[in-house]
C-alpha cells in the first residue's frame, strides 16, 4: 500500500465564470432578474458586469463579486469579513494578529508579509478612541455608538491590511471606513432649474418643512391633482427605512412600464432612492464582535 499522500484539488468552483464580455453579460442580466443577489445589483445587469470585473481582479468568484462588493459614497468597498479573507487568504502571510488594548482604548492589526525579495516585512495599524473623537466619529449616531470598539478595530485592519497588500487590495476599502466618508460632491455647474427640479427638490429636502406649491393661474383651472411623478416622489419621502424604498422603486419601475413617467422623471427619482437608501443602509449597519 502506498504511503504517498494524494494532492486534494482546493480550486473553487468554476461555475458561472464568463469567457467573454458576451457571456459575462448574459450571467450579469440573468442574475439581475434574480431576488437571490443583494437589491442594489436587482435590475442593474451594468452594475453587474462591473462588480464581476472589479472582483474577479481580488480573486472573487463572480457571485462572491454581488455578496461582497458595493459602491458606498462612490467608493468601492468590500465588507469587513472579505477584507479580512482576502488578506488572510494570501500566501506570502507569515501571521496576522488582531487585537484591543482595553488600557489605551486603542485597537490594533498586525500582518507580517514575505516580500517579493524574500524579506519579510511588518505593518501596523491601530485606532484610538482619541482617534474617533479627532475624526468626528465617536458618539456618531448608528454602530460607532452601539459597537465603538468593532468600529476601531475595522479601522485598524483597513489601515494594516492596505499598507501591506496595497498590490492586492488595489486601494479597495472596508465598507466600516467607506460609510464615515462624506458622499462625493459634484462640481459640474448645475443647469437651471426646471420647475420640476425645483417641486422635487423642495418635496424631498427632509430638513426644509413641507412646501405647498401653488400652480400658475394659467394652469389652475385644468390641474386636477398631483401627478404620478409627484406621488412617486413624496412616497420616497415618507419612507422611513430601506424595505420601504424598494416598495417604492418597485411602483417606480410599473409607472415606468405603463409609460406614466417619462425618462427624465424617472432619472430624478433614481437620484432620489439613491440618496435615501445610501442614508438608510448607514443608519442600519450590521455589525458584530470581532471573531
Known amino acids: ?3 504517498e499522500l494524494k494532492q486534494v484539488d482546493t480550486q473553487p468552483s468554476r461555475f458561472l465564470v464568463p469567457a467573454s464580455f ?5 450571467i450579469a442580466e440573468m442574475l439581475s432578474n434574480s431576488e437571490m443577489v443583494p437589491k442594489n445589483y436587482q435590475r442593474k445587469p451594468n452594475d453587474i458586469v462591473i ?3 472589479m472582483g474577479a481582479e481580488l480573486g472573487f468568484q463572480p457571485l462572491q463579486s454581488l455578496q ?6 462612490g467608493r468601492p468597498s468590500v465588507w469587513g469579513d472579505a ?3 482576502l488578506i488572510i487568504g494570501s500566501p506570502d502571510l507569515l501571521s496576522f494578529k488582531e487585537w484591543f488594548d482595553d488600557s489605551t482604548q486603542t ?4 500582518i507580517t508579509r514575505r516580500l517579493a525579495s524574500g524579506a519579510k516585512a511588518d505593518f501596523d495599524g491601530s485606532f484610538s478612541l482619541e482617534d474617533a473623537k479627532q475624526a468626528g466619529l465617536f458618539g456618531k449616531q448608528g454602530p460607532w455608538t452601539q459597537y465603538t470598539k468593532r468600529m476601531q478595530q475595522w479601522r485598524a485592519l483597513g489601515f494594516a491590511g492596505r499598507n501591506a497588500y496595497a498590490d492586492r487590495l488595489r486601494g479597495i476599502w472596508i465598507d466600516a471606513e467607506a460609510q464615515d466618508l462624506p458622499p462625493e460632491k459634484d462640481v459640474t455647474p448645475a443647469p437651471a432649474e426646471s420647475k420640476v427640479d425645483s417641486l422635487l427638490s423642495k418635496a424631498m429636502n427632509k430638513d426644509e418643512a413641507e412646501t405647498v406649491v401653488e400652480p400658475e393661474p394659467e394652469q389652475a383651472a385644468t390641474q386636477q391633482g398631483p401627478t404620478k411623478f409627484e406621488i412617486l416622489a413624496m412616497s420616497f419621502r415618507d419612507c422611513t427605512c430601506v424595505e420601504e424604498l424598494n416598495e417604492v422603486a418597485d411602483e417606480v ?3 415606468v412600464n405603463a409609460s406614466q413617467i417619462n425618462s427624465s422623471e424617472r432619472e430624478q427619482l433614481g437620484k432620489i432612492y439613491s440618496r435615501l437608501n445610501r442614508e438608510y443602509a448607514q443608519a442600519n449597519q450590521e455589525t458584530g464582535e470581532i471573531a
Open 1 to 3: 500500500m502506498s504511503n
Open 22 to 26: 458576451q457571456e459575462a453579460y448574459q
Open 51 to 53: 462588480a464581476m470585473a
Open 68 to 73: 461582497n462588493i458595493a459602491v458606498i459614497n
Open 83 to 85: 477584507f479580512r479573507a
Open 107 to 110: 485597537a490594533h492589526c498586525q
Open 253 to 255: 419601475g410599473k409607472a
